[in-house]
């Protein structure tokens, strides 16, 4: 892996500054308010240098990227088999917010669409935690995993809760299949808060950088998660953390990555170095058009791609 420096991070954000095409995601409110020009890389290695340029310190909302780290909380939690029977790690093909269960069972099909998303909020703490005292955990463990204490954006949650209907439903249908226990409003509510975390660019990188190496915080070197949850968590990234853009993905970066309708994107290669990118515009699968643009410039540049 050749290392980047900031003119180069510099060089490859001013060649796509030009790209305006794609659109904020306005289905929640208060994302639509957002600077859609705002555009920013960082890159950490795994021995916790960090590179960064254009606007990485600009705060976010986390949003979907936050599955992948509740996910390896709860892998952490319960273990990889327990987690495994709850929800599966086969890619939907489909948008995040479909249903997407297993029929008969009602399982979700992975971990990063809304449905297993839910479940694995639902986890934490175990069935008869308290609801803040599981948002809680959730809060700790992401802010763990960035070295930094990280808060919520309340605008943001009470603008996305109002209006949580979709995830209201598959929430309820969920717990109609036994597969979360507890009451569907109080999952919805802790993981619409786990969505409404706030970050930045520099913070996403370093939280991808625990993950490349190993579930150890490059900075602290406390260990986060283990070895065999990283490797799960990092699989389902790859095959299901991009949604129905997953292969074109795939093909054309090649590192497990997650994105989020904030217009974050989070990527990691394991024993390698963690990036993120933010740009909020989105393509018609939600994920951040320019992000996309800058993943293959670093795909390619950096010999990421996995193949
Ligand atoms: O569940 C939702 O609708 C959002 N809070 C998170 C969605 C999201 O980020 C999807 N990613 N591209």
Known sequence: MKTPV?????????????????????????????????????????????YCAGDADNAFTIQSISKAFVYALALQEHGVDAVVKRIGVEPSGEPFNELSLEAGSGRPLN?????????????IGGPDCDPDERFEKVRQGLSAFADRELDVDEAVFESELADAYRNSAIANMLRSYGVIDGDPADVVRGYTRQCSLRVTTRDLARMAATLAH???????????????????????????????????????????????????????????????????????????????????RLSRDMGLHIM
């Open 6 to 50: 900031p003119d180069y991070l510099e060089e490859i954000l001013s060649s796509c500054a030009h790209e305006t095409s794609g659109a904020l995601a306005d289905y929640i409110p208060e994302l639509a308010n957002v600077d859609p020009d705002q555009l920013a890389v960082a890159v950490c290695t795994t021995n916790g240098s960090l």
């Open 214 to 296: 190993g579930g150890v915080q490059p900075a602290t070197g406390e260990r986060v998660v283990d070895t065999d949850v990283v490797r799960q968590v990092l699989s389902v990234m790859m095959t299901c953390g991009m949604y129905d853009a997953a292969g074109d993905w795939m093909t054309s970066c090649g590192f497990p990555a997650k994105s989020g309708v904030s217009g974050g994107i989070l990527g990691a290669l394991s024993g390698q170095v963690g990036l993120a990118t933010f740009s909020p515009r989105l393509d018609d699968h939600g994920n951040s058009v320019r992000g996309i643009t800058l993943c293959r």
């Open 111 to 123: 971990p990063m669409i809304n449905a297993g998303a839910l479940t694995c909020h639902a986890l």
